[in-house]
């Protein structure tokens, strides 16, 4: 089918693999590659078209691979670089594509760089690292905090002096001001684009460059409402600890790097920033910053119309021409879409990823409606929640679930030896019962999948909200050449009905509950949550 001037990464679907938890080949309890090769026929039966693997580097694992001890390796954990090929390509002649995760704000404490950068103030590669003297007083160079509690600066003893880390102490800052450093990052994507990769996924891109002076952050009186809460990390206003106005000059370069490649990579930087005028910056003043910052906005929207509707316009409003726009609804940072939405939102939620203008991506179990698996408190192993219980990370990364066996299918090991625990209704989520049911969850998604692939106006055609609708519903059309369909969607807990002449469609082509859509006399009566895609 013809894509006219898109890449293919602006008309793909990507879907996230966690690959401590998508499928173990070894009984050890944890996934791994070739656990990820066994399965990718199911992503391409599935209908995505690009994989994202999140860290599986060497790692002392102690912020599970994004915690970085090699860049060029894979932990024995994971395998073997050979099994990495195995993947790329066994992916690649499935027709899918493969991005993996790049961590350039920090590296392992056990990273040979850091090492030899701890080992005197004289090492050649000190200055790879941010290292500062304390304050007269004894004190920490600034008052910067550690995203997952307490600050963020560490002293080390034999050398006498603070090196900054914005996560853990055992995720030390590279220096970005360093060229050497870049020179060695750059080196690192070089590695893998000469080994085939597809794109690059870059771990808090907007972090890498702090104030050149390190000035203290402002005091912030109050946390925004709307953003998920990083605990005591709200206290400041981040503004000189991420975000300094070079860093675009960083992923202008990583770019030239990438562009050098052919067929066309990509890079998708994870930006958390949301002030849009901020955000949009990312992409480089002339569209030669990164390809696309993931825009998280639709992960802290009140589920409401009339606000995901706003979101959605300012987005558009805010993209220069020819900035392709993207959508998360869910990662290995967010309790599970379903358990924020419950399962009838949740196939709303689907619905909206799927069919909204730019690249979605996708987080592995969303598709069966996997939830959050509450963690007991001996059992947390997310850095973050054992420094900051209440915000850990480990209820959305459990293990994928593929059948009702006892370890689900994910591994043959015992289940009491599983890295973390299934979730106690396993055995009516997961791919094995969900295949056998015309409605479930994981129909409506390959259902929507497949539209969204058969059909341009969905997976390139422009955007346009309807209006008129009645409260609680947002409707938009999307349309290429003479292909218009749309998109209606009724967030409220009420049915709600509306002439089909103001919905612009006149056959339904799908709809959330994959049953028949209503329509009476000329009005399309939506159930509670229940969205539907019309074609004229
Ligand atoms: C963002 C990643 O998504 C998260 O999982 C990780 O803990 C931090 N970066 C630190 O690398």
């Keep these: 089918m013809e894509k006219p001037d898109l ?25 791994d590659l070739p656990g990820i090769t066994e ?27 994004y915690d970085v001890a090699d860049y060029t390796d894979v932990d024995p954990l994971f395998g073997t670089l050979a099994d990495f090929d195995e993947l790329l390509a066994t992916a690649h002649g499935l027709g899918l594509k493969v991005i993996i995760d790049i961590v350039p704000n920090h590296t392992s404490d056990q990273h040979a760089w850091f090492l030899e950068s701890r080992s005197s103030k004289s090492n050649p590669k000190r200055d790879w690292y941010v290292w500062r003297d304390a304050k007269p007083d004894g004190f920490p160079p600034n008052n910067w905090l550690s995203a997952f509690g307490g600050g963020a600066w560490e002293w080390d003893e034999a050398t006498d002096q603070y090196y900054l880390h914005t996560f853990i102490p055992e995720q030390p800052d590279l220096n970005w001001r360093n060229p050497e450093v870049v020179e060695a990052m750059h080196d690192v994507y070089r590695f893998w684009l000469d080994r085939g990769v597809d794109g690059f996924r870059i771990d808090v891109a907007h972090r890498i460059m702090k104030d050149p002076d390190l000035r203290d952050n402002p005091p912030k009186p109050g946390a925004d409402g709307n953003f998920k809460s990083m605990g005591e990390y709200e206290i400041q206003h981040h503004i000189h600890d991420m975000g300094h106005p070079d860093v675009h000059d960083v992923y202008r370069d990583v770019r030239a790097v990438v562009d050098g490649y052919d067929p066309p990579r990509v890079t998708i930087g994870e930006v958390h920033i949301f002030d849009w005028e901020e955000w949009v910056r990312y992409y480089g003043t002339n569209l030669d910053g990164m390809h696309m910052p993931f825009n998280f906005t639709l992960l802290y929207v009140p589920w409401d119309a009339a606000e995901v509707r706003a979101r959605v316009d300012e987005l558009e409003a805010v993209l220069p021409a020819g900035a392709w726009p993207s959508y998360v609804l ?20 689907a619905m909206l990823l799927l069919t909204l203008r730019g690249t979605p991506t996708m987080y592995y179990g969303d598709e069966i409606g996997m939830t959050e698996v509450p963690i007991a408190p001996e059992d947390q192993q997310d850095p973050w929640a054992l420094r900051e219980p209440e915000l850990g990370r480990d209820g959305c990364r459990t293990p994928m679930q593929w059948d009702s066996s006892a370890t689900a299918g994910f591994s043959a090991a015992e289940p009491d030896d599983l890295w973390l625990p299934l979730t106690a209704d396993v055995t009516m989520v997961n791919v094995e019962v969900a295949d056998r049911s015309d409605t479930s969850i994981l129909t409506l998604y390959r259902r929507l999948l497949s539209l969204r692939r058969d059909r341009p106006a969905l997976h390139l055609g422009s955007y346009a909200p309807i209006d008129g609708l009645p409260d609680g519903v947002f409707g938009f059309v999307r349309s290429h050449g003479s292909e218009p369909l749309s998109v209606v969607l009724n967030f409220a807990d009420e049915p709600a009905t509306m002439p089909l002449q103001a919905v612009g469609g006149t056959t339904p082509l799908i709809s959330t509950q994959l049953e028949p859509v209503h329509i009476d006399g000329g009005r399309l009566v939506l159930e509670p949550n229940e969205g539907v895609v019309l074609g004229s």
């Design 7 to 31: 890449l293919w990464w602006q008309t793909a679907v990507i879907y996230q693999i966690y690959p401590r938890s998508f499928q173990d080949s070894n009984g050890d309890g944890v996934g």
């Design 330 to 349: 869910g990662n290995h940072d967010e309790p599970r879409l379903a358990t924020r939405f419950g399962p009838e939102r949740a196939r709303l939620a």
């Design 39 to 65: 399965r990718l026929p199911y992503l391409a039966d599935l209908g995505v078209d690009a994989i994202w693997i999140s860290p599986f580097y060497t790692s002392p694992m102690a912020d599970f691979g």
